[in-house]
């Protein structure tokens, strides 16, 4: 399968040896939603004004208390999903992008964090509320941030590296 102009560059600029997911540390940082799901879940489902957004998001998603990668970290990140990328688009012949996150989370906790955010995007900007997302465009994206890969493409509706749903992304105007 062919890769996208960005696939191929990022390789080139990253890639120096391949790198597996393997090799990341057992021991990132878990927030306390991690260990608090159920609840954290529930009021999540129970979100539904700006407030509570704010709320919620002070509570559960405080990012200020969160540790960032290191360089060292980061090569290794950068390595491991550039090989995502290049499998993603093996396997569904459309391309695909890196989604470079600062934060030192385990993957089902950042996967988590942007579920939210797409849950509540309507709520925080209240004129998408029915809007036909446009990909193909730079405004909308498919994400999977467990894999921290995203695509432009709406062909796909779950990762095609962990079959986990993929979230949405808007960037604006």
């Given at each position: 399968m062919k890769r996208s102009f960005i696939g191929k560059l990022l390789e080139k600029v990253f890639r120096k040896k391949p790198v597996s997911?393997?090799?990341?540390?057992e021991t990132l940082f878990r927030p306390?939603?991690?260990?608090?799901?159920?609840?954290?879940?529930?009021?999540?489902?129970?979100?539904?004004t700006s407030d509570q957004v704010i709320a919620f998001s002070r509570r559960w998603l405080d990012s200020s208390i969160w540790p960032k990668w290191?360089?060292?970290?980061?090569?290794?990140?950068?390595?491991?999903t550039l090989e995502l990328v290049a499998t993603a688009e093996d396997q569904?012949?459309?391309?695909?992008?890196?989604?470079?996150?600062?934060?030192?989370l385990h993957a089902i906790d950042r996967y988590e964090v942007f579920l939210s955010y797409e849950m509540f995007l309507e709520i925080r900007f209240p004129h998408?509320?029915?809007?036909?997302?446009?990909?193909?465009?730079?405004?909308?994206?498919?994400?999977?941030?467990?894999?921290?890969?995203?695509?432009?493409?709406?062909e796909q509706a779950v990762?095609?590296?962990?079959?986990?749903?993929?979230?949405?992304?808007?960037?604006g105007d």
């Open positions: 997911f393997s090799r990341f540390p306390e939603f991690a260990s608090k799901y159920d609840e954290f879940s529930t009021e999540r489902l129970h979100v539904s290191e360089l060292d970290e980061r090569k290794l990140i950068e390595a491991a569904t012949g459309i391309p695909w992008a890196p989604i470079f996150y600062v934060y030192s998408l509320k029915g809007e036909k997302k446009s990909f193909g465009t730079s405004q909308w994206h498919r994400d999977c941030y467990f894999c921290s890969i995203t695509s432009w493409s709406e990762c095609p590296i962990c079959d986990r749903e993929l979230t949405h992304s808007w960037l």
